[in-house]
C-alpha cells in the first residue's frame, strides 16, 4: 500500500532554526524516518512538501487515487484552510493530522485546527516520533480495512 505524507508551508526549513520547538533533524531525515518505517511494516510512502495552499489541495485530490492513507502536516493552513479541509473530506481516504510541536501549549490561534473534525485522527507534540506514530496508526487501519 501507498501513504503519502504531505508537509505544509516553511516545514522545509527544518533543522536551520527554531529547533527548540520543531527539533534539530532536517526535511531529509525526517523522510528517512517515514520511509523505512512504511517500509519496515511493508508499504510505500510518497513523502511531499509545498509552500503553496493549492498545490496541497491538488496531492489531497491525488490521494483519493494514489494513496491508501495519508500522514498530513498541513503547518500553517491547519489553522485557517477551509480548501484543505475540504480536499481531506473528497480525498475519501484516511488522513491522519500531524504537528511537530504541541499546537495546545503554544499562542493561542494554533489551538484551533481547521482539519482535525475530519480526519481520522490527530497527533501532536510528540516531534518526529508523530510522523512513525502516524504510519503505524494508518498500517493498522489499513491492515484491518478499518477508518478509525
Ligand atoms: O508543529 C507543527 O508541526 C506545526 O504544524 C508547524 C507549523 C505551525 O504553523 C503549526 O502551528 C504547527 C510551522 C512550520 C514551520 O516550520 C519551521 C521549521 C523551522 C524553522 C521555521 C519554521
Redo the contacts with the bound molecule.
Sequence with gaps: MTIFVLN????????????D??GAGTLGDLEDLCTNRAQALGHDVDFRQTNYEGELVDWLQEARTSADGVVL????F??YSIAVRDAIVACERPVIE??????FG?EDF?SHSMISAVCAGVI??LGYRGYQAAIDALASMLASGSSS
Design positions: 505544509g508551508p516553511n516545514l522545509n526549513l527544518l533543522g536551520s532554526r527554531e529547533q520547538v520543531y502536516n498541513a503547518a500553517a491547519t489553522h500531524v504537528h511537530l510541536s504541541n499546537i503554544r494554533r501532536c507534540g
